[in-house]
């Protein structure tokens, strides 16, 4: 009698573990990713701390290709939305793509369901400061 109830919670205990490490792998990766597709939507601007941080990334093109592997690699992991607006962001690098980028890793995510928009990820009225200014 006691076999069949440890059976069961072995196998509820390794489905949890699985689902457990690919919910870390995706946050891992979708949070590398995230920042990699920010840079490269405001290359001109972030490639400094871009070489800085990642110094075999040292051109656009070399961002791209890594981007692109990451996209590649999405297709273990990522829901077939998330794989499409990873596309769209590569093809048309704007920040319009980039905040549907981001809404769509929460919903991936969490299962968040949101009524945010990409508007909501747009700042206004904000300066940024020359990469030599401090603040003060």
């Known amino acids: 009698g006691s076999i069949v109830p440890s059976i069961v919670t072995y196998i509820v205990g390794s489905r ?8 870390e792998l995706k946050e891992e990766r979708y949070k590398v990713i995230l920042l990699l597709c920010y840079a490269y939507v405001n290359y001109e601007r972030e490639s400094t701390l871009l070489v800085v941080n990642r110094p075999n990334l040292s051109s656009k093109e070399e961002l791209l290709n890594e981007l692109m592997a990451e996209w590649a690699n999405m297709a273990l992991y990522a829901s077939d939305n998330l794989i499409l607006k990873m596309k769209n962001l590569l ?20 299962g968040v369901k949101t009524k945010l928009t990409t508007e909501i990820f747009e700042l206004e ?12």
């Not at 949890?16 to 919910?23: I, P, Y």
């Not at 093809?91 to 969490?110: A, C, H, P, Q, V």
């Not at 009225?125 to 003060?136: E, Q, R, Y």
């Open 125 to 136: 009225k904000t300066k940024i400061l020359p990469k030599n200014n401090t603040i003060g």
């Open 16 to 23: 949890k573990k699985k689902s457990d490490a690919k919910q």
């Open 91 to 110: 093809e048309k690098r704007n920040t319009d793509t980039f905040n549907s980028l981001i809404i769509e890793m929460r919903k991936d995510l969490y």
